[in-house]
């Protein structure tokens, strides 16, 4: 079964700074995201419940001072990517 992935605005527009800023951030980004649809809850970038998440919000790390952050549902079969840019809430 295959996760469907979506963004929120905030990440949308993270992702198309990382684009232009940063080619090999979005490379490892673009991996991380074809992962995540595939098993969102292991792989690379060590994946981990947060605390506070209900148990349907995750965190994989994306480089040493950023990760993304995201919801998984499911009963929908989909990832809702929250955040990638900072650590948690420290921007």
Do not use: C, W
Not at 27 to 32: D, G
Not at 48 to 55: E, F, I, R, S, T
Request: proline letters at 4%.
């Amino acid at each position: 079964m295959k996760y469907r992935i979506q963004l929120s605005k905030e990440a949308d527009k993270v992702v198309a700074k990382i684009k232009k800023s940063n080619p090999i951030a979005f490379k490892k980004y673009a991996a991380l995201l074809n992962e995540l649809g595939e098993h969102p809850r292991t792989g690379r970038g060590h994946p981990h419940p947060l605390v506070a998440g209900n148990d349907i919000t995750y965190s994989r790390h994306l480089s040493a001072n950023d990760r993304i952050i995201y919801d998984i549902y499911d009963d929908i079969v989909m990832v809702m990517i929250l955040s990638i840019e900072g650590h948690y809430n420290d921007k």
